[in-house]
């Protein structure tokens, strides 16, 4: 594995609106280095969906510090997000998203499902942003637990052009 | 009908025709719960044009938005069905993430158009 362009490793809160400050911001730096549009956009799609999931469904309280995570090397980036769960039902509907996805023909094809599910269920769309991440980030989502209750999710993005505008 | 302004997300709506609104969507929809913003007003719109009557859904300007956007849109296509009015949901086909996202909107439509719903239009456009 190649030697890391950049990483960045910035402490998470539960504070919604840092997610698209966090991304706005990683969407600069991308920039910078991959002349891709579409990798730079797509990145930063998966920052912010992992966040979101973070935010939304993670065990936040005095003293809780989470941790975004982006490793960038010359070929793919890495995000990884670490926070504390909410209970043991939280890890198992996480694993069971994962598997779903893993277990599905194609990323599309999980991806449509949880949309159709989204129709016919207004709520909370549970897994949609992981099923996104799949799809659009064509990445492999992994999910590593701890013994204390947190969890680390990483998505690995390989580049769609092979090229990167900075040498490094 | 009005305009929608909520934070980061703008929505002109413009009336091309009568019960025809365009609505232009600008800037992001990154929301906790953008169903709560989106879905009061969507519903407005398809009582404004009534049955038969169309709602353009313009996103080529929207720079960004989340998955919980995506939930809404086809809660939103769902409850235009549910009333007989016809949608037509405009994107930048030349981007990626619009045209992922809009692919796999077509696949579920198609899904529902096939167990007898109201066929939605797709328009790919390139914004210049």
Redesign the interface.
Known sequence: MSAPLFLIDLPLSEDWDAVEAMRTTLLGCLGVLYPSRDYCETVGMIVAELLENAVKYGAWGPGVVGRLRVTGREAEVEIAVRNRLRDGSDAARLRAVIAEIDAARTPAEAYVERLRLAALNPGPSGGLGLARISYEGSCRLSAHFESDGWVEVRALAAQFDTSIAASA | MEDLNAG?LQIKCEAPAPSSLALRMRG?S?S?EP?KILMPYLTRCLEAVGKNGTVAVHFEQLD?F???T??AI??F??AAQDKSTHVELHYDGA???QA??F???K??VK??EQAGRMPVRFVEVRRT
Request: aromatic share 8%; no cysteine; proline share 0%.
């Open positions: 980061e992001k990154t906790r169903a960004h989340n998955s919980s995506i939930a086809v809660q296509i769902n981007l990626r993430w992922l996202s692919d796999a909107l696949r579920v899904a529902f």
